[in-house]
T-cell receptor, first 109, second 114 residues
Framework: GIQVEQSPPDLILQEGANSTLRCNFSDSVNNLQWFHQNPWGQLINLFYIPSGTKQNGRLSATTVATERYSLLYISSSQTTDSGVYFCAVMDTGRRALTFGSGTRLQVQP | DTAVSQTPKYLVTQMGNDKSIKCEQNLGHDTMYWYKQDSKKFLKIMFSYNNKELIINETVPNRFSPKSPDKAHLNLHINSLELGDSAVYFC?????????????FGPGTRLTVL
């Protein structure tokens, strides 16, 4: 099956700093989503982005499908950004998301 | 509120018991899913239903049985619970058959088997 690798596994930032999270995948995808799992465990959909670039406030994401990677940018980080960020993909042969192992982000005041 | 809801939020039980987790979505979606998140936070698909029809059944022990009475509900029944079943179980839904759609997740059910 498709492999999804996220980096870095852990990230500690000071409030106000910027960061880039990366997701590499091993095969063509027709669906890619970024999620934030907050400290209370809720999985919140950030972006549906199988290709191209999207922005939502301080967050933006870019997927280069031909090179099989996606990037999530967090600017001016806040303590509420803390949690685990997951990349999830769906390849053309399946109908369910395959998740990466996540990037654990801690934003310190 | 429009959302994916799950009950209960927490479930603590003894080994060998049978338990159920309920999921409902009022988003008008056609496809629903169950995912399992283990203690290392790894998320994996278990089942998927489209309009009450089972379309994905991963290598899950047959002690786990999903039931979809209608397209707005997907319940998960677990027989003869084992210690290794302890995890957080997430229900999700998507508008179409899932290929090109955003999946929305419920709040999760934390199952602890003692």
């Amino acid at each position: 099956g498709i492999q999804v690798e996220q980096s870095p596994p852990d990230l500690i930032l000071q409030e106000g700093a910027n960061s880039t999270l990366r997701c590499n995948f091993s095969d063509s995808v027709n669906n890619l989503q970024w999620f934030h799992q907050n400290p209370w465990g809720q999985l919140i959909n950030l972006f549906y982005i199988p290709s191209g670039t999207k922005q939502n406030g301080r967050l933006s994401a870019t997927t280069v499908a031909t090179e099989r990677y996606s990037l999530l940018y967090i600017s001016s980080s806040q303590t509420t950004d803390s949690g685990v960020y997951f990349c999830a993909v769906m390849d053309t042969g399946r109908r369910a998301l395959t998740f990466g192992s996540g990037t654990r982000l801690q934003v310190q005041p | 509120d429009t959302a994916v809801s799950q009950t209960p939020k927490y479930l603590v039980t003894q080994m060998g018991n049978d338990k159920s987790i309920k999921c409902e979505q009022n988003l008008g979606h056609d496809t629903m899913y169950w995912y399992k998140q283990d203690s290392k936070k790894f998320l994996k698909i278990m089942f998927s239903y489209n309009n009450k029809e089972l379309i994905i059944n991963e290598t899950v022990p047959n002690r786990f049985s999903p039931k979809s009475p209608d397209k707005a509900h997907l319940n998960l029944h677990i027989n003869s619970l084992e210690l290794g079943d302890s995890a957080v179980y997430f229900c999700a839904s998507s508008l179409g058959r899932g290929f090109l759609d955003t999946q929305y997740f419920g709040p999760g059910t934390r199952l602890t088997v003692l």
